[in-house]
């Protein structure tokens, strides 16, 4: 009977852990390579929720802000509905939700309602602390209210 050698099984077995690591290596990558080309970061409006998302904030923030002793004076008078559709449209249009916010600007929106400082800062708090009702991530958060601080001084009078 003559001997069987096990040399080139061995050699085909000793190769296989090699080219199986660079399979899944290359296949790995090219994974990761597809989902970094493909996921780009949602924008400020998807985190916000969009359009359900804005009405939400929007909607529970003036509510809410109508009611407050700290921020009702500021709002005296204003018609509701056309306000807050018009203030969904600016954030929506801050936030890059594509909608179209023409002629106005979210200061320009603001400017008439004669909020002071204070009453400002206070507006500030009731849509922060509905963004964490509406579990808005923190980033999203800091975000948008990065985007309307600047603001403050547009339509915001000093305290008396």
């Keep these: ?5 096990l040399l080139p099984a061995m050699n ?3 190769t296989l852990p090699r080219r199986l690591t660079s399979v899944f290596l290359v296949l790995g990558l ?3 390579l597809l989902a970094c080309a493909s996921n780009e970061a949602p924008s400020l409006y998807a985190r916000l929720g969009g359009e359900k998302g804005l ?3 929007v909607d529970r923030s003036i509510a809410r802000a109508v009611q407050d002793p700290r921020t009702r004076r500021g709002l005296a008078g204003v018609t509701l509905p056309p306000f807050k559709q018009h203030l969904r449209v600016q954030l929506c249009s801050l936030a890059g939700g594509g909608c179209n916010a023409q002629d106005q600007t979210l200061s320009g929106t ?7 400082a204070s009453e400002f800062d206070a507006l500030v708090d009731i849509l922060r602390e509905e963004l964490d009702q509406a579990g808005a991530g923190a ?6 209210l990065r985007m309307l601080a600047p603001m403050k001084h547009d ?6």
């Design 110 to 116: 603001l400017k008439g309602l004669s909020f002071t």
């Design 1 to 5: 009977m003559r001997p069987v050698s």
């Design 139 to 144: 980033a999203a958060k800091s975000q948008l």
């Design 55 to 57: 009405t939400t904030l």
């Design 30 to 32: 090219s994974g990761l």
């Design 12 to 14: 085909v077995l000793s």
């Design 155 to 160: 339509f915001a009078t000093p305290n008396a």
